[in-house]
């Protein structure tokens, strides 16, 4: 993008000091052309502006996001322990309790 605005200023100001021109023309065109890549560049840096804000809203977007996924997968990977564990507790009562009930029968 700059490079093809320095081309468009470049290009410009060699129209117009090798165009055969008296004095007060040429400082005319010069003052035309440059209010006219003072609007050109003010109107590229709001673009590039534009354009950052929406990149930066989005990266915060997809950041939170991400936060909020990591979250819900930790409370899974939590919960999914929770309930082994207490699985296998209530397998060892299990096993307990018949291991009992074969002593008591013998």
Do not use: C, H
């Not at 990149?55 to 950041?63: G, N, T």
């Not at 990591?70 to 309790?97: C, L, M, P, W, Y």
């Amino acid at each position: 993008m700059w490079g093809a605005l320095t081309g468009a200023v470049t290009g410009a100001v060699s129209a117009l000091l090798l165009a055969p021109k008296s004095g007060k023309e040429l400082r005319k065109d010069i003052s035309v052309t440059a209010q006219k890549v003072g609007g050109k560049t003010a109107e590229v840096g709001r673009q590039a502006g534009a354009a950052v804000q929406s990149f930066a809203k989005r990266s915060s977007e997809l950041a939170s996001d991400a936060k909020q996924a990591a979250g819900r997968f930790v409370t899974d990977i939590r919960s999914r322990k929770g309930n082994a564990e207490s699985e296998t507790a209530e397998n060892a009562v299990d096993v307990q309790v018949e291991s009992e009930d074969r002593s008591a029968a013998l």
